[in-house]
């Protein structure tokens, strides 16, 4: 599986950004698609998921109610819609998928099995 992230780009803050992550295959209903962000001298941090069953999301805290997590089934893609942007979101974003990850696990990098490569997301301030 190979996945081709776009989207990224250098907004002021309080901007949006979208994100798109498109799989080179058909995604099924096991898929769980996740995005990760780096900072410059930070760990890699769990971003958002969406759960291919069922439709389920994931956040992290420091996202909730600024970032939307969606899907387009046709396309086999996740798009992040990233609005109300702050400086601190200035990363690169990187999305992943697996088809085999538990719900447990969904917020932890290592697990996933596919990642594409990094997008630059900056935020000025």
């Known amino acids: 599986v190979q996945l081709q992230a776009s989207g990224g780009g250098l907004v002021q803050a309080g901007g949006s950004l979208r994100l798109s992550c498109t799989a080179s295959v058909r995604t099924s209903s096991r898929f769980i698609m996740g995005w990760f962000r780096q900072a410059p001298g930070k760990e890699r941090e769990f971003v958002a998921a969406?759960?291919?069953?069922?439709?389920?999301?994931y956040y992290a805290d420091s996202v909730k109610g600024r970032f939307t997590i969606s899907r387009d089934n046709a396309k086999n893609t996740v798009y992040l819609q990233m609005n109300n942007l702050k400086p601190d979101d200035t990363a690169v974003y990187y999305c992943?998928?697996?088809?085999?990850?538990?719900?447990?696990?969904?917020?932890?990098?290592?697990?996933?099995?596919?990642w594409g490569q990094g997008t630059q997301g900056t935020v000025s301030s």
């Open positions: 992943a998928a697996d088809s085999r990850l538990i719900l447990s696990s969904i917020r932890y990098g290592d697990e996933y099995d596919y």
């Open positions: 969406y759960n291919w069953s069922g439709g389920s999301t």
